[in-house]
């Protein structure tokens, strides 16, 4: 990894850091989904400077496409979207920031903790990163995917179905 890599991959972390932190203080639903789309803009770019390009285009396009649907959706039914009231819209935070501490320091004690195989010397090229990446998903995940996806488009139909307000019929 060269030093121009290592310095854009700790740019993005900290600004992925420092905008999943603003997801959690704005009291505006919209710039909340803003915060988390740069975060995952952020995380993105550390794909691309770990030469991942692929990882990081499909994280940044599918993000960008999902907080924007996310973001649609809280305008639209949030009583304040705009955070512009007097609403306290945090509870127990108290018990949740013991929660949040005990993770933390759970995942630190797994990641210090656990035995890592010692690092490849040399990652594969990005085009056999690529190769690889495909294969995987065209052959044991391409099931998960498709059921996936088939579920989805399956709850989002029963979800229209079951919010349209039908007329009366006459008897």
Do not use: C
């Not at 060269?2 to 704005?26: C, E, S, Y």
């Not at 656990?114 to 391409?142: F, K, V, Y």
């Amino acid at each position: 990894m060269t030093p121009l890599q290592l310095l854009f991959l700790g740019v993005f972390g900290l600004a992925a850091i420092w905008f999943g932190w603003r997801v959690f203080r704005t009291k505006s639903m919209v710039r909340s989904a803003l915060s988390l789309l740069a975060a995952m803009v952020a995380l993105g770019g550390m794909f691309l400077a770990l030469d991942a390009e692929f990882l990081g285009v499909l994280q940044i396009m599918m993000m960008a496409g999902e907080m924007s649907i996310m973001a649609f959706f809280m305008m639209m039914y949030m009583m304040d979207p705009g955070g512009l009231s007097s609403m306290d819209m945090t509870h127990q935070q108290r018990p949740a920031a013991a929660v949040g501490i005990g993770a933390v320091g759970l995942v630190l004690a797994l990641a210090l903790l656990t035995p890592w195989p010692p690092a490849q010397a040399l990652a594969p090229s990005a085009t056999q990163q690529n190769h690889d990446l495909g294969i995987e998903l065209m052959t044991r995940s391409m099931m998960i995917f498709e059921t996936a996806g088939t579920s989805i488009l399956v709850a989002m139909i029963a979800a229209i179905a079951t919010a349209l307000a039908y007329p009366k019929q006459p008897d």
